[in-house]
Structures are given as C-alpha cells and as structure tokens.
C-alpha cells in the first residue's frame, strides 16, 4: 500500500520539518496511488513551509490497537507524562467500527498520531471514518483529531469543547512543543467541533449505534461518554483512571455526583482515559471514587482546621500515594483545585 505524504517545516525554523499523511490518496500501488493524487490535487496548506511533496511513498507506520469486543478496538497509552520518548501517546484511544463507517474515539496529543489512527483504521477496513468523539478538551485525547476531519470525519464534542479549546490551545501546544519537541508537533491544530453535544445524542455506523452523553462539570467541564449499544462497551474517557492517579480540572464535588450516576449505566466493560484497557463494570470505577472520596474528606478536613492552602496540600490524600502512578506529579494540583472549590461550602 501507498500514501502520499509532504514535507513541512516550522516558518520560524527551517531546518525542523516532518513528514505529515494527506489522507484519502492510498492506494495498492504507487502508481494508483499517483493516479489518485492526480484527480485530487492537494489543497493549500497555510502558514506551513512546504520543504518537499506532495509524493507517493509505502505507508508508514499503524498505532496499535487491540480488539476488545467484535468491532470495537483499543489503543492504549503510555501511564507517563508527555516526552520525547513517547511523543505524546498517553491516553487511551478507541475504533468502533459498524456496517457503513467508523468512528473514532480519542485522537491523541498531537497530528502523527492521528495519522497513525487512520492506517491502523485502513489496515481494518475500507469503510470511512464518519465520526471523531473527543471525550473531554485534554490535550492528549483531541490533537490527532485535524487529519480525521481532513479525511472527512464530523467531529463531536461537548458543547463547551470548542470554547474550553479555544481559550487553552495556545499555552496546550506550547506545552506539548516543550515535552515532546516542535517537530514531532508539526501539523497539529484544534479541529473543528462539527457536532455540540449538550445533552445526549445517537450515531448510527450501520449495524451498530453509539449513545454519545454529555456530563456537567467533573473531570473537565467538557466531558463525554460514548457507549456502544451493540457490544455494551462503554467509554467513560477520564471520568475514570486506572493506575494513573485522576487529576482533577473541574469539579470534584460534580465529578462524584456525575460517578455515582455513570455506574448505573448498564456495560459489559468500560475503557477508561488511562490505564485498563477494559475493566470490569461497575466495578472498575471504584478506586476513582475512593480518591476522589479521599481528597474530598482531607480537604474538607484541612479546611475545618483553618490550615491555609500552602499548608494543607502536602497531607491532602497523602494516604493515596502508593496505590497510584505520577501521584506527585498531580496530587498537589489536585489538592489546590478541591481546596479552592470546597472552602466556599
């Protein structure tokens, strides 16, 4: 199989340049591939340096994804934080795959995995990827997203995804360029919100629907959950951890209600944001809830005892330390957040 790929450089520093898919070109041969690239000229590619292509070379490399349920497939990211060794692959990503097209769950921190989404969706199938769910406005679940919307796919986000996105995508990509490298982030942008989910709606794939729910403010103010009506397979993004501690980015007192709530949906496994990549239901929400139970008590505690916030966020869960991964590179955030919320009960 061949694809067509160009070289594009950063404006501001010529010498760092990579190689980014144009998707939609692949074809059995190089020259079928030419053929193709012929009758659909490559669109401009504003404020990037062109160094090279568009050319027609074998396809490159798939990301990994295992099959969890008949259609249903998961990709699972490194427990770290973002580098140079790992590029920015630390979440959990999903394919779901129906009759008439597939939907992608989760994108990845920047656009080469998302390339690396749609080989792997091409080694599956031919059929097109209609849809792209990002589950919540983290930067490791929605920077793969722009090659899946050049490709065709509507993507669907909570209604204040396009908003939250907007206001952080600046200091994200600038975060992500220092952790990971400015190359490796060539080509990555926000994608568009195609489709607002404000409370709940259906995407059909053809012989198999996803139930896409919008949730209030819990880990994010942006977060969804996607169940597969057909395998039962639900997945929650980072409304719920496994190893990786949960870090907190909205409401901790709304992320136990919206919990309490998501075990009673009924599922044969849930994939959660980090971790997993299946665990049982709802079973496998209980360590999020016994943290989150833990920092709301401590906080709740420290507050009672009129300790100020610099003071108080070296004990608040403390007893969490050894049952999670990257415990102190969050906790502490964590702390603050649930400090800041619950000293105005």
């Known amino acids: 199989m061949f694809e067509v790929i160009v070289t594009l450089c950063l404006a501001a520093a010529p010498g760092i340049c990579r190689d ?63 580098d140079g060794e790992n590029g920015g692959d630390m979440a959990n990503l999903g394919i779901v795959i129906g009759t008439r097209s597939v939907a992608v769950i989760d994108t990845g921190s920047a656009r080469w995995m998302g390339e690396a989404i749609w080989r792997a969706v091409r080694a599956r199938t031919g059929l097109p990827v209609s849809h792209v769910i990002l589950t919540h406005m983290h930067p490791d679940h929605v920077f793969g997203a722009t090659v899946l919307a050049e490709a065709g796919a509507k993507v669907v986000g909570h209604e204040g995804l396009a908003r939250a996105l907007a206001d952080r995508q600046e200091n994200y990509l600038e975060s992500l360029a220092a952790r990971i490298g400015a190359g490796r982030l060539i080509g990555t942008a926000v994608a568009p919100v195609d489709v607002e989910v404000a409370d ?27 169940l597969d009506r057909d395998s039962g397979v639900l997945f929650v993004g980072d409304l719920v951890f496994d190893k990786h501690l949960p870090t907190l980015d909205g409401s901790l007192r709304g992320w136990q209600v919206v919990l309490a709530e998501l075990v009673t949906i009924p599922a044969s496994g849930v994939v959660p944001g980090h971790g997993g990549p299946v665990l049982p239901w709802p079973d496998g929400a209980q360590d999020t809830a016994r943290y989150l139970d833990v920092l709301a008590q401590d906080t709740h505690a420290a507050i009672g005892r009129g300790e100020r916030l610099s003071d108080a966020v070296a004990g608040i869960a403390a007893e969490e330390r050894d049952r999670w991964q990257l415990f102190d590179e969050h906790n502490a955030r964590n702390a603050t957040v649930a400090f800041t919320e619950l000293e105005w009960e």
């Open 20 to 82: 980014i898919l144009l998707p939609g070109h692949e074809a059995a041969t190089e020259a079928a591939c030419l053929a193709a690239l012929e009758r659909t000229p490559v669109a401009a590619l504003p404020e990037r340096v062109i160094a090279g292509g568009p050319v027609c070379v074998p396809v490159g490399e798939a990301l990994g994804f295992d099959e969890v349920a008949p259609g249903v497939l998961v990709h699972v990211g490194a427990i770290a934080e973002a």
């Open 200 to 226: 709940a709606t259906e995407i059909d794939l053809g012989g198999r629907v996803l139930e896409v729910r919008a949730w209030p403010a819990a880990h994010t103010g942006t977060d969804l959950t996607v």
